[in-house]
């Protein structure tokens, strides 16, 4: 396997030398703002991916008044979309900010920023996962939601959707046309069924393989789903908010290439490090496609009487 190179750089003088030499990955330790924009004009990305920070006060952000929030919001996607390749994607993977025990859907105030650039979106795909803090003033919180939007034209409506790398098992993949021409034969696909619009993916806590020191990560799977339906080998990939490089990992395993910018040193070191190991093939994570453990075997799922 041919060993490739991953850059580390906080010059942005690199960023077109990169560009121009087709530099498959690289980790730019610097402000998302910043590269943008002194990055070259004819540099375009076939997926924008990412998780931005919330405003809700984790060790890597400082909780701003919520209106401050979504203007430096709006100012890093208007950015963002100029370096969108038609035809592409963006996704864009957001929860909720949480005032006095009121929760504020961000992903529906965010919504203006991408359609005042004629963004289509596609799905409002619901995460949701098992495991989190247990509220006692509402219901606890166990969902998140990625917003997939795709640039593209009237005159060249096409984008990219790889449903069959991505298809899961049929409900009943047994199941045969009763009447008609095909009476008999299997009526579902072979290579299984779209997966619904609410994917049950376990988050990063603490005993998950991919943890790592970042508080807020997300997991590998979550990604590797997107990136092999939205993009084609080789596409390239980036994460503007990119912590520990979780999406670049799934671009490892799935080759395509991958930019990230991150602020933190000690992130750029870990995604690095991650990277490295699955572009060698020793990637610790979760397929997208691993069914979810059924609690009700282990043996805390019981209580035992102490008699």
Known sequence: MEIQE??????????????????????????TKSFLE??????????IVTSPPYNIGKSYEKIKPLENYLSSQEKIID??????????????????????????PLDILLYPFFKKH????RNRIIWRFGHGLHNTKRFS????????????????????????NVRIRSKYPGKRYFKGPNAGKISS??????PEDVWDI?????????????????PVGLIERIILALTNKDDLVFDPFCGVASAGVACAIHGRKFWGTELS?????????????????????RPHNKPIYDHTKSKLSKIISSR
């Open 141 to 164: 919180g166990r969902y998140e939601v990625v917003l997939w939007y795709t640039k593209t034209i009237k005159n060249k409506p096409d984008y990219t959707f790889n449903l069959n």
């Open 202 to 218: 376990p988050n990063v806590k603490s005993n998950h393989i991919e943890k790592t020191t970042h508080p807020c990560q997300f």
């Open 79 to 104: 950015l963002l979309v100029e370096k969108l390749a038609e035809g592409g994607s963006l996704c864009w993977q957001i929860g909720n900010f949480v005032s006095k025990n009121e929760i504020i």
């Open 189 to 194: 696909n072979p290579l299984g069924k779209n």
């Open 38 to 47: 002194k990055s070259p004009s004819n540099l375009k990305f076939d997926l």
């Open 118 to 121: 004629n963004l289509q979106l």
């Open 265 to 285: 040193e000690e992130y750029i070191r870990i995604g690095q490090k991650r990277l490295k190991d699955a572009l060698n093939g020793k990637a610790k994570y």
């Open 6 to 31: 991953i850059e580390v750089s906080c010059d942005p003088k690199r960023i077109e030398q990169s560009y121009s030499t087709n530099q498959r990955f690289c980790l730019w330790q610097m402000d």
